[in-house]
Nanobody
């Protein structure tokens, strides 16, 4: 069964850090690009693309809102992608999802282009 499982969310004070993990089951990440999205429940907004790494890890994409604070990385041996989030702000509060899209050209594309999604992990940043 193909599955993405996120972990690492939690409650942190502004200025703090968290590291999210996205582990893939049922497939290997070699041929997939992995994106991180976030969504504020009840806000009526679509999911926002936060960061993405291509299957060959040659391309990394970051939303302007997180550049310089978030870093995406992958460990193919563990079939896991990480999102290191530093200098967190209250506006980073959201449910964070990872998603897998085929090939090397998915990063920066809309969420509909991704095939598999995790269940999400809550990140709450207090002021």
């Amino acid at each position: 069964e193909v599955q993405l499982v996120e972990s690492g969310g939690g409650l942190v004070q502004a200025g703090g850090f968290l590291r999210l993990s996205c582990e893939a089951f049922g497939f290997t990440l070699d041929n997939w690009s992995i994106g991180w999205f976030r969504q504020v429940p009840g806000a009526g907004k679509e999911r926002e693309g936060v960061a993405c790494t291509s299957n060959s890890d040659t391309t990394r994409y970051y939303a302007d809102s997180v550049k310089g604070r978030f870093t995406i990385s992958s460990d193919n041996a563990k079939n896991t992608v990480y999102l290191q989030m530093n200098s967190l702000k209250p506006e980073d509060t959201a449910v964070y999802f990872c998603a897998a899209g085929p090939g090397a050209y998915i990063c920066g594309r809309p969420e509909d282009d991704y095939d598999y999604w995790g269940q999400g992990t809550q990140v709450t940043v207090s002021s």
